[in-house]
């Protein structure tokens, strides 16, 4: 299956994942929303910025998912999977973004590439999505 990872430019993502600083794409959810459940390993994810095109390609190698989160798993989940070549979270010590969610997945990622840039519809999958199952990419590639 095939996924689309949205991420917020702002926290310029992109050029961790192609340098290996960044080897674990985390999302933490209020709700079971995708990817949850929905993501394994062999997988592949596509990556883009918001309003941005679809630049890089990576393989899904493994998958982990907490559930019934509380501050303590929080921190220990930040603990092990948190830091430069892993999670690369922008602010660690500040639980306040954190607290609110209940389940956490984290996808572990492999063969990260650069691709020919191309864009993606969204119809659909709700113009607020950060993360599209959508099975064949081609799928949702505009031409």
């Not at 095109?53 to 929080?74: D, F």
Request: proline residues 4%; glycine residues 6%.
């Amino acid at each position: 299956m095939d996924h689309v990872a949205i991420l917020n430019k702002q926290w310029k993502i992109i050029p961790k994942l192609l340098n290996r600083q960044k080897t674990i794409e985390s999302r933490w959810l209020k709700n079971r929303s995708a990817p949850w459940d929905r993501v394994r390993a062999g997988d592949v994810v596509y990556f883009k910025e918001a309003g941005e095109p679809v630049t890089l390609r990576a393989e899904v190698s493994g998958v982990e998912q907490y559930e019934s989160l509380t501050s303590e798993k929080i921190k220990e989940i930040i603990s092990l999977y948190g830091g430069e070549g892993k999670i690369f979270l922008n602010n660690p010590d500040n639980l306040d973004w954190f607290l609110p969610k209940r389940y956490c997945i984290l996808i572990f990622i492999k063969n990260v590439s650069e691709i020919d840039p191309f864009h993606i519809d969204k119809l659909g999958y709700g113009t607020g999505a950060a993360w599209m199952c959508v099975g064949d990419i081609n799928a949702v590639k505009k031409i």
